[in-house]
């Protein structure tokens, strides 16, 4: 199957900095990526839809200045959470779409985000 | 009302059993549903998926749409310990692959 990898998996910052996420198609082109946040015990709610070359579409309450997504090739999307805050620390998860299975996404390993 | 309602459990059953896991969604625009798998500290991996109303069989899984009723299950005969983890159902529309999922249920089989 697809294979979509996530770095760093678990990363630790201090409250007011800027952590970088990056999300990787390894065997295949994603025109789509998916930008999840999951609570702890919570479902897994969209953040954002990232589509190559063109700006991401935010669902409602999430801040884009915030939460700046860039999708630069058919393989990688990056996640960065600017002046991260205590309240942002939690598990990001990315997905990404293949071209020949249109509405299956793959889904990366997560990277866990403590801000203190 | 939440567009996807699942109750999270949690669900402990002995090894051997059959397991059935609930989802119930208002949104009547859902074309597919998915099912995701999730370990703890991990991404959710495919399990399933449906487009229509009726039963779907891969292996000891069974997914069942209920599009009448709005309501979907996913059934594991003969669970494993190894099928200990977090189940997700996650319909979506087709227009633009978003999916929407449910809180999960977690899963434990007892050896």
């Known amino acids: 199957g697809a294979v979509v990898s996530q770095h760093p998996s678990w990363v630790i910052c201090k409250s007011g900095t800027s952590v970088k996420i990056e999300c990787r198609s390894l065997?295949?082109?994603?025109?789509?990526m998916f930008w999840y946040r999951q609570f702890p015990k919570q479902s897994l709610m969209l953040m954002a839809t990232?589509?190559?070359?063109?700006?991401?579409?935010?669902e409602q309450g999430v801040e884009k200045d915030k939460f700046l997504i860039n999708h630069a090739s058919l393989t990688l999307s990056t996640l960065t959470v600017t002046s991260a805050h205590p309240e942002d620390s939690s598990f990001y998860i990315c997905?990404?779409?293949?071209?020949?299975?249109?509405?299956?996404?793959?889904f990366g390993p997560g990277t866990r985000l403590t801000v203190l | 009302q939440k567009e996807v309602e699942q109750d999270p459990g949690p669900l402990s059953v002995p090894e051997g059993a059959i397991v059935s896991l609930n989802c119930t969604y208002s949104?009547?625009?859902?074309?597919?549903f998915m099912w995701y798998r999730q370990y703890s500290r991990k991404g959710p991996e495919l399990l399933m998926y449906?487009?229509?109303?009726g039963n779907k069989e891969d292996g000891r899984f069974t997914a069942q749409v209920d599009k009448s009723s709005k309501y979907i299950s996913l059934f594991i005969r003969d669970s494993q310990p190894s099928d200990s983890a977090t189940y997700l159902c996650a319909p979506g529309l087709g227009s633009n692959y978003k999916l929407t999922f449910g809180k999960g249920t977690l899963l434990t089989v007892n050896p």
């Open positions: 997905s990404a779409l293949t071209s020949d299975s249109y509405n299956e996404q793959f």
């Open positions: 449906t487009y229509s109303s």
């Open positions: 990232s589509n190559e070359g063109s700006k991401a579409t935010y």
């Open positions: 949104n009547s625009a859902f074309q597919y």
């Open positions: 065997d295949f082109q994603a025109t789509t």
